[in-house]
């Protein structure tokens, strides 16, 4: 196994580091062509270019608010769902379960053209809440089935000796149940931020434009040939999901019986 250890960091490496190291570069640098002859000329000229975009600061924003609004949706919805139907037996529970996965088998957008009618007449079209509800429908799927899979190997018993030992729910969940979550918290949050920061046509529609997020930058950019440019915007949209989930992290480390860094 010991051996293995230096392959996989050299894999690792080359298939993930290497490439964004590489793209780092880039974006500090003209536009460069392999076998040109040119050498790499470093400047801010990318990153000039895409700050003086007026729109960037108002959608990195709109992006952030929406990216954590719909995390915290997730977290709740996934959480008690996934919890009912793993631990609770009750009639039409594969039905309901069964219900919950159905907006991953419905292309989102069919599913955005049709709320939009409707948020249109309940006044949440072209609002931040609507596209917070439309970026949940592609994303609370998979957090409900996280949980519940997560739930499911935590079993009742567990949690029925907190319960006879005199726990109270929040004390059992704050104590219990969080602190075991934990993998699954990480993971609907790298599911929820990269989906949710993903999506184009969705917010295009629910937001009637006024809400403007980064992939709505992005796709405009796509038409140029500028290599450093677009490798500039890529490191500036992957800072989003980066800072998002160090926030996550952080905050874990705020539950009990988590190893602190700062402490032996």
Same mark, same amino acid.
């Given at each position: ?28 640098? $003209? ?9 790499? %000329? ?15 600061? $108002? #959608?990195? !924003? ?6 954590? %609004?719909?995390? !915290? ?12 139907? #793993? !631990? ?7 039905? !309901? $379960? ?23 007449? &309940? ?78 046509? %969705? ?7 006024? &809400? ?11 038409? %140029? ?40």
């Amino acid at each position: 196994m010991r051996s293995m250890k230096p392959k996989f960091y050299l894999l690792a490496f080359f298939l993930f580091i290497g490439p964004v190291l590489i793209l780092i570069l880039q974006s500090f640098s $003209e536009v460069w062509r392999y076998q040109s002859g040119e050498g790499l %000329t470093f400047n801010l000229q990318s990153y000039r270019i895409l700050l003086s975009d007026p729109n960037i600061v $108002e #959608a990195t !924003l709109w992006s952030l608010a929406i990216g954590v %609004t719909v995390l !915290l949706f997730n977290l709740l919805i996934g959480l008690l769902s996934g919890k009912a139907l #793993a !631990l609770y037996s009750f009639k039409g529970r594969s039905f !309901l $379960e069964a219900l919950f996965l159905a907006p991953i088998l419905v292309p989102v957008l069919a599913v955005a053209m049709g709320l939009h009618l409707f948020m249109i007449r &309940i006044g949440l079209a072209d609002t931040w809440m609507g596209v917070v509800l439309i970026h949940l429908v592609p994303t609370v799927p998979y957090s409900i089935k996280i949980f519940h899979n997560t739930y499911n190997q935590l079993g009742h018993d567990i949690l029925e000796q907190a319960t006879i030992l005199g726990a109270t729910s929040f004390k059992q969940l704050l104590t219990i149940e969080l602190p075991l979550l934990k993998p699954a918290i990480r993971s609907v949050t790298f599911l929820t931020i990269v989906i949710s920061l993903s999506q184009y046509a %969705t917010t295009a529609i629910i937001g009637g434009g006024r &809400i403007i997020t980064l992939p709505m930058i992005f796709f405009p950019f796509l038409n %140029t040939a500028n290599a450093s440019l677009m490798a500039a915007f890529s490191i500036w949209f992957a800072l989003l999901p980066f800072f998002m989930y160090t926030v996550v992290e952080l905050v874990l480390l705020l539950f009990p019986y988590t190893r602190k860094p700062w402490r032996n």
